[in-house]
C-alpha cells in the first residue's frame, strides 16, 4: 500500500527514467560487502543495507559529494545522512563499490545542463527518488530472505 506520494511528477518521466538506472545501481549496493552492515556510534541503530540506511536517516544538505578528484588511487563519493538521533553519517562509495561512478556524475552534470538548474538541485532530487524507490522496495518485499 502507498503511503505517500512524491510530491510532484515530471510531466513527462524523461527524467526519472535518467534517474532510474542509477537509483537500482544503489539499491544493488547491499550486496558489497564492507558498506553494510553499519552503526550510528552516538545511538547504535544498526543499518543492515541501502534500503534500511535511507529508510532511517535523513538527506543532509548537499547529501551526494564528488571527491573523485581528491582521490589518489580509489575514486569515491560521499554520501551524507542524519541519524534519527542527530548525528552524521557519512558513506564512502569507492569506485570498488559503486563502479559506475563516473556515469552517475556525468548524468547529474547532464542532467543539471539539460534543465538549466544547479547541480545541487539535481541531486537533491536524485536523492529523492533514491530514498522513494528504496523504501518502496522495503515495503513490498519487507519478509525478504534473511
Ligand atoms: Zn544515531
Redesign the pocket.
Known sequence: MKTSLPREEHPNGECNERFLEFVRLFAGMNANEGLFPRE??????TFRNVAEYCYATYPKGHCFEDCRDLAQSDPFMMLYRH?????T?VLRITEKIFPDLDAFWQMLHHEAEDSARPLKEVIAEFSDKCDCYLLNLKDSCGGEKD
Open positions: 550510528c556510534r552516538v545511538c547504535g541503530t541519524c534519527k538521533c542527530g548525528n553519517l
